[in-house]
């Protein structure tokens, strides 16, 4: 597989949850993490959260610590973005990336070689 595919994202009110699915399968060795990011309109991309295969550590940023989750599936295929108490802020479209960034580099997108295409989160009630 040469890039990572997301899916899952849709249209949710405000307090709702969706949640993010990445495949990732052929880039979980311990060298890979695996990012998510997201750009609104008018606004340059931003860091999400990260996950490490090497000791599967994570990483997030401010503006969604608490709410929401990154995880992975035991055949190390797949990574999920568990999303809850979504605000309109959230609104964006919601990007997977894969890399071998070192630790200083796990939340910059220069981190990442790989990037899924893409999938929108609209919150809006």
């Known amino acids: 597989q040469e890039q990572p595919v997301e899916s899952g994202g849709g249209l949710v009110q405000p307090g709702g949850s969706l949640r993010l699915s990445c495949n990732v399968s052929g880039r979980t060795s311990s060298s890979h993490s695996t990012g998510w990011f997201r750009q609104a309109p008018g606004n340059d991309r931003e860091f999400v959260a990260a996950?490490?295969?090497?000791?599967?550590?994570?990483y997030y940023a401010d503006s969604v610590k608490g709410r929401f989750t990154i995880s992975r599936d035991n055949p190390k295929t797949t990574v999920y973005l568990q999303m809850n108490s979504l605000q309109p802020e959230d609104t964006a479209v919601y990007y997977c990336a894969s890399g071998r960034p070192i630790l200083s580099a796990v939340r910059s997108i220069g981190g990442y070689t790989a990037w899924g295409q893409g999938t929108q989160v609209t919150v809006s009630s």
């Open positions: 996950f490490r295969w090497n000791g599967y550590y994570s």
